[in-house]
């Protein structure tokens, strides 16, 4: 059974990663801007399947495309490669159905026929609409529009596989800072015991500070197949260092001695009064040579800061902002402001959604304005033939922006947990673009889309965003609950005085003031993710699995600065502004741009090119009579 972590993890999560990880418009108005190529906008009316059907027929071409552009050709062959690991552990895969290249395909079937199952009606309807306007099988439209579910918790299983079978960067030491006079944790007391070491934990803010410049950093490195010191890199701003350079070493560390302790002290030491960050790469011995080429068995890439001596503020002054390491890349962000944060006082919510473009999404955009017999006129920003968007506002001023948020409590690892060995990989739940759908079809405010977003079943870890014209604001982390403990759904509102909505330091966990919010893919409310055990595994809280952790912690704190900088003065061209800076953007999986006015019914997007920004902003008037909302 424990064949698992050695054959499953490491080539299941490489694939599944390489898959997954993979200048600014002009003003905001009605400009003679020509409107992107790639982007459809169509205006829906009548049932819901009625305005899947007018979908349909309208992208037909374009939603075989996609479907076979981005799924076919790209995110199937991918995971067929996985079929023999994962039968390995898991017997229902052993079964012949799928041979013949049908394991992927028939792991989004599944799960998709098992969301359908919990798709409110109305929407079960629009995708058969859908499926009978562009005459393709109901079942493509059904697998485009939540194979997208079924993927993010895919990846979180993969990464968290990847940390188990992969090198831990577990102590780090400051060899120097021993009797160095300085505070160096921030507990009030000087040179105390062991306050040069540090069990390695990521965190948003530095551990240490004031650190020597000349002080040798002493890094631990454990896994039970062994450090390979060739595989070894740590980067500074700056500078990169392997085993070899100058003034770095090698020697034993952690249990009986059996971890890899690497040595850094940069030539001429760290520079003074400043702030410095390091990040780790490191791979075991165990090679994965199938399949090939062969390749090292990589850890994710981990990073911690400090300052030394003269810099002059606490650890939880100080926040881990890191560098630009020239390959990694943002994730998906969004801000919300109101009154004293905005020019004008009227709310705001802005959202740069990225994820998996594979140079075929962006060519396939669509904007989608339903006007419904029953419900309320609503706009979505999303993909032909998807009836759903991450990023959406209704006539009635409430607008939401959506991020996954990797996390494992999700109902993939609820299966894993139910059935062990005899477990299916099949989500369940409703689709969070479907229940962005619902609230903006039923929902007039914020509180009445918390009502009917409280309880509901999610296939996934989801952040989001919720602003409506009356000014109220939220920010929720939710996710699938697997173990009823009702840990599962926490909202933060900026005015809201509650300690949950304070780190230990007094510090705001949204946003900057009490009228604005910060959107990221990193659990803010819910750090502690998922408490439990699986097999011989404890299952660790996401910032020590996902990939996105360290980046969104990055991304999190320069959106904060740059918020900051303009409260008070925030706007739509402000918005278009922030959600350019190259900084925060996913220059390679960029998918759109939304900022929405609520209290004027406004919607100004970009989408149809990578990064979506580098296009004109558009505006689009929901208020606006039928056939008039483009501007």
């Known amino acids: ?83 023999p690991s994962i039968a390995d552990f898991l017997l229902e895969y052993q079964d012949a159905r799928y041979d013949d290249g049908q394991f992927s395909y028939l792991i989004f079937l599944e799960s998709a026929q098992s969301l359908e199952a919990t798709i409110p009606a109305e929407y079960r309807e629009e995708l058969r609409g859908v499926a009978d306007g562009a005459d393709v099988p109901y079942e493509t439209v059904l697998i485009l529009n939540t194979f997208m579910d079924t993927l993010v918790a895919f990846r979180a299983i993969t990464y968290f596989l990847r940390d188990q079978s992969s090198p831990h960067l577990t102590r780090v030491t400051f060899e120097g800072a021993e009797a160095d006079g300085a505070d160096n944790d921030g507990d009030g007391e000087l040179d105390e015991p062991g306050e040069s070491a540090m069990e390695f934990e990521p965190a948003p803010y530095v551990a240490r500070v004031e650190i020597p410049t000349g002080a040798r950093l002493r890094l631990c490195l454990e896994d039970e197949d062994g450090v390979d010191p060739h595989q070894v890199r740590l980067q500074i701003p700056g500078a990169s260092f392997v085993p070899g350079d100058e003034g770095v070493g090698l020697g034993s560390c952690g249990q009986a001695g059996a971890g890899l302790e690497v040595t850094l002290r940069p030539p001429g030491g760290f520079p003074p009064a400043a702030y410095t960050s390091v990040i780790v790469s490191a791979g075991d011995t165990a090679w994965i040579t199938d399949p090939p080429p062969a390749k090292a068995n990589m850890a994710r890439e981990v990073r911690f800061g400090f300052t030394t001596a003269g810099f002059g503020k606490a650890p939880w002054e100080v926040p881990e902002e890191s560098f630009d390491d020239g390959r990694s890349q943002p994730g998906p962000f969004g801000f919300a402001a109101r009154g004293p944060a905005t020019a004008g006082g ?39 033939g998807a009836v759903f968007g991450y990023s959406g506002m209704n006539e009635a001023g409430l607008a939401f922006a959506a991020n996954p948020c990797d996390s494992l409590d999700n109902p993939l690892v609820a299966e894993l947990r139910e059935h062990l060995i005899l477990a299916r990989l ?58 009823g403990d009702g840990t599962g759904f926490r909202v933060l509102r900026p005015e809201s005085q509650e300690p949950a909505g304070f780190d230990a330091h007094g510090r705001r966990l949204g946003g900057e003031g009490p009228d604005d919010l910060r959107l990221n893919v990193h659990f803010r409310l819910n750090p502690e993710d998922l408490d439990l055990r699986l097999l011989n595994w404890t299952l660790r809280p996401q910032r020590y699995w996902t990939n996105y952790y360290f980046r969104s912690v990055r991304s999190g704190h320069l959106l904060g600065q740059a918020v900051r900088a303009r409260l008070g003065g925030l706007d739509a061209a402000a918005a278009e502004e922030l959600l350019a800076v190259p900084e925060l953007v996913d220059s390679r999986d960029s998918m759109n741009a939304a900022i929405m006015e609520p209290a004027a019914g406004l919607l100004h997007y970009a989408l149809g090119q990578v990064p979506a920004t580098d296009g004109a902003f558009r505006t689009l008037d929901l208020r606006a009579p039928p056939g008039e909302a483009a501007r």
């Open 346 to 384: 009227d709310p705001l919510l802005a959202h740069h959604f990225s994820l998996l473009d594979s140079n075929t999404a962006h060519k396939h955009t669509a904007v989608l304005v339903h006007r419904p017999d029953d419900g309320l006129a609503h706009v979505t920003l999303g993909w032909t």
């Open 426 to 483: 099949v989500s369940s739940g409703v689709p969070m673009g479907l229940l962005g759908r619902d609230i903006l079809t039923h929902a007039t405010s914020v509180a009445e889309a918390l009502e009917r977003l409280r309880g509901a079943p999610y296939t996934f870890g989801w952040c989001f965003l919720l602003a409506d014209a009356g000014g109220d604001l939220a920010l929720v982390e939710a996710d699938s609950d697997i173990l």
């Open 1 to 83: 059974m424990l064949r698992f972590r050695a054959m499953i993890a490491p080539r299941f999560a490489l694939l599944l990663v390489g898959l997954l990880v993979g200048p600014a418009g002009g003003p905001i108005g009605c400009e003679a801007a020509q409107e992107p190529s790639h982007v459809e906008l169509l205006e829906l009316t009548g049932t819901p399947y009625e305005r899947g059907f007018q979908h349909g027929a309208a992208v037909s071409s374009k939603l075989r495309s996609l479907y076979t552009q981005l799924l076919s050709t790209s995110i199937l062959p991918y995971l067929n490669r996985e079929r």
